[in-house]
């Protein structure tokens, strides 16, 4: 698979970029082994995950994926060739959130724990509610770094503004420099990331990451009516795309995934691909057949047409 390069680091990572949050969730620890060794045997080499992933699983506290990911990956014993990111911020609801400088501290050794790692080659800013000083959190990471606990800085759920502020204030050479972004982005999700986001993005090329980027599996083509939301434990989210934009985002899919002779993710992927910015689409995968629509994405070629199309539809 290619690769592409993280902003301005060393960092090369596939085209898609396997998303953790159903470890220790939807998966047990055999079936999330089984995965990530097809996903890196398929020419994968990037794994999200986070410190909360997956606090909402029944009889779960949270850390359960990354300790799934840092056992695999003592198991496999190859993380040289394995760029791991991972987030920090996120509300455990437990007490447990938050940038206050020492509790960045606390998670990122809590996180390197679990992962069993010296250093983490991503670290995300997860979310930022705006009620720590953005020099206070950089400052945090600043150390991290400096301790080798930490490689490279990105952010997620950043506000637009602070997400500037953050990135001039790396530029002055003061504080670590967001190299990435993880933005809510995907065909039925446009607005915000490509008002607010996208021209930062331009301006200070970051490279974007974009989560739930098949909609929590919207974009699969498999819930068309309320009656199919009960085929999964996400169903109950989707109701919101069933609209007139939704359906017709399905049925552009429909008509380009026919034409190239493949699924409906895959031409959701594909489209992502295709925009300016966009490094590898975060998509989580079930089955080794999910795993093969995703890397199936990286080979299809869309062309002025089709991305048409999927525009117009997604408008």
């Known amino acids: 698979m290619s690769k592409i390069k993280i902003g301005k680091t060393d960092l090369e990572v596939s085209r ?39 606090a909402w ?114 530029l002055s050479g003061s504080y670590p420099l967001y190299q990435a972004l993880q933005p809510h982005y995907n065909l039925v999700e446009r607005t915000k990331y490509e008002t607010e986001y996208a021209p930062i993005v331009a301006e200070f090329g970051l490279t974007v990451f974009p989560y739930w980027s098949l909609a929590a599996g919207f974009l699969t083509g498999k819930y068309r009516s309320e009656a199919d939301l009960g085929k999964s434990v996400r169903g109950g989210d989707l109701k919101k795309y069933l609209n007139e934009k939704g359906l017709a985002v399905l049925a552009a899919l429909d008509k380009v995934s026919e034409k190239h002779g493949t699924s409906q993710a895959s031409v959701a992927l ?27 994405a990286t080979q299809l070629h869309l062309n002025a047409e089709d991305v048409e199309l999927l525009d117009d539809a997604s408008k």
């Open 270 to 296: 594909a489209w992502l691909l295709a925009k300016p910015g966009i490094g590898a689409p975060i998509a989580s995968a079930t089955s080794l057949s999910q795993l093969d629509t995703l890397f199936a």
């Open 57 to 170: 699983g029944e009889g779960n506290k949270g850390g359960e994926s990354e300790t799934i990911i840092g056992k695999w990956l003592k198991k496999r014993g190859d993380k040289d060739n394995i760029v791991v990111a991972t987030k920090v911020g996120w509300d455990f609801g437990d007490g447990r959130k938050g940038l206050k400088p020492e509790y960045i501290k606390q998670a990122a050794e809590d996180s390197l724990r679990r992962l069993q790692l010296d250093t983490i080659d991503l670290y995300y800013t997860h979310i930022d509610e705006g009620d720590v000083p953005v020099e206070d959190y950089l400052g945090a990471y600043a150390d991290l770094i400096a301790e080798g606990k930490v490689r490279y800085i990105a952010a997620s759920n950043v506000p637009a503004d602070r997400l500037k502020k953050s990135i001039e204030l790396g």
């Open 16 to 54: 898609i970029n396997l998303g953790g949050n159903v470890f220790g969730w939807t998966l047990d620890e055999p079936k999330s082994f089984e995965i990530l060794d097809a996903f890196i045997d398929k020419g994968g080499n990037f794994i999200d995950t986070a410190d909360v992933y997956s």
